[in-house]
């Protein structure tokens, strides 16, 4: 059955029903202040009046979200949600554009919109734990348009034993094994960047797993363990001891972007990371069918307004 035939992807009044049971399984909450008790309907469908009295402002169901202030229906808010979670390399804005029938610049805001809702936030637990692997790898992509601060006094960073490539923008992943994956755009992939990253991220009992790579250096004082497989002599699985979750990860990655968004901006590189972290936090494997990862991207559309938008950006 095509998915689309639901009436939520069809008319606004249908898709606004259809949020307002995904964020408000209780009833609806003002996105302002949070009020979950006090509330009253007004004359205009969708539009509540909040009954805190240091409040009562009027809200809807898109308050507080990415998809405030937009003029884009509520349908068509949905369907660019489900297209960029089911999608298994993602969408580019001019697919989004004619499957949606919307304008390039509405696809191109929604789109990021998508993705900002995708970025995981607030506080996020560390991953592994007492028994747990975390593989941690780094892998280069597309060229850097940022100069990089030039450190000559030292030895060029090392991937597999070789040199890294310099002049790419360097991400660093972090994947817990059967579980989720945590990603980073940096700078420069050094030493003091990647284990402030591991050191970070990683529950201290985890035991740890990457290539022979002289960044994870002393990472044993950190961690349960840390076991590394030599990429250099071409050993890449000892007993359990591997880096396969982070080198699959980074082949989604790599081979998505290169067909889907060929031309992403540097700046805008951890938004794609965020994409593709999220549909790989949300996969079939760990129970997730299409709508419901859309619907998982959808939660996360909550608070992610304010620190998103800019003021010089135009409503669309
Ligand atoms: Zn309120």
Known sequence: ??????????????????????????GPVCGRCGESERRYATKRPGRYRCGNPACRKDFTVTTGTVMESSHIPLHKWLMAFYLLSASKKGMSSHQLMRSLGVTYKSAWFLSHRVREAMRAGGLVPPMGGEGGIVEADET?????????????????PTKGGKVGPAGKRAIVSLVERGGSVRSFHVAVADKVTVQKIIADNISRESRLHTDESRLYVGADQIFASHETVKHSVKEYVRGDVHTNSAEGFFSIFKRGMRGIYQHCGEKHLHRYLAEYDFRYNHRQ??????MGRALAAIR?????RLTYRKPDEARV
Do not use: C, H, I
């Not at 280069?140 to 060029?156: D, I, S």
């Not at 494997?285 to 299409?290: E, H, V």
């Open 140 to 156: 280069y992509f597309g060229k850097a348009e940022v100069q990089r601060p030039r450190r000559a006094k030292l030895p060029p």
């Open 1 to 26: 059955m095509n998915a689309f035939t639901e009436p939520y992807f069809q008319n606004d009044e249908a898709a606004r029903a259809k949020l307002e049971s995904v964020r408000w399984p209780n």
């Open 300 to 304: 996360g559309a909550e608070g992610k």
């Open 285 to 290: 494997k760990l129970g997730y069918s299409d």
